[in-house]
């Protein structure tokens, strides 16, 4: 059984910042990706930045320069973690984000995974 479980959201003044936690626990071989998605009010899920297993990382127009995606190299291990670091925070960053991952496992081969979802919100 894969768990995803973000953490680090609340509400943040514009130009402030946040760091946004996914711990992915469970029978994992390999963490192929991870990605961070958001969903505002009335607006579709959007891809937010996305790594790699080797450090490949991917950015929407919206955040870059802003957002940093990161993840532990721990291997072996029960639990992994990935980081969305996100500076210069603006009202429109408003969004619940969810914490994504596509993970092998021996039992059920590569699947994607999702998280709860934290929210966020950027006010003055």
């Known amino acids: 059984q894969v768990q995803l479980v973000e953490s680090g959201g609340g509400l943040v003044q514009p130009g402030g910042s946040l760091k946004l936690s996914c711990v992915a626990s469970?029978?994992?071989?390999?963490?192929?990706?991870m990605g961070w998605y958001r969903q505002a009010p009335g607006n579709g899920r959007e891809l937010v930045a996305t790594?790699?297993?080797?450090?490949?990382?991917?950015?929407?127009?919206s955040v870059k320069g802003r957002f940093t995606i990161s993840k532990d190299n721990a291997k072996n291990t029960v639990q992994n973690t990935g980081y969305l670091q996100m500076n210069s925070l603006k009202p429109e960053d408003t969004a619940v984000y969810y914490c994504?991952?596509?993970?092998?496992?021996?039992?059920?081969?590569?699947?994607?995974?999702w998280g709860q979802g934290t929210q966020v919100t950027v006010s003055s």
């Open positions: 469970g029978s994992i071989l390999t963490i192929n990706t």
């Open positions: 994504s991952a596509n993970i092998y496992t021996f039992s059920r081969g590569s699947l994607d995974y």
């Open positions: 790594i790699t297993s080797s450090g490949s990382t991917h950015y929407a127009d």
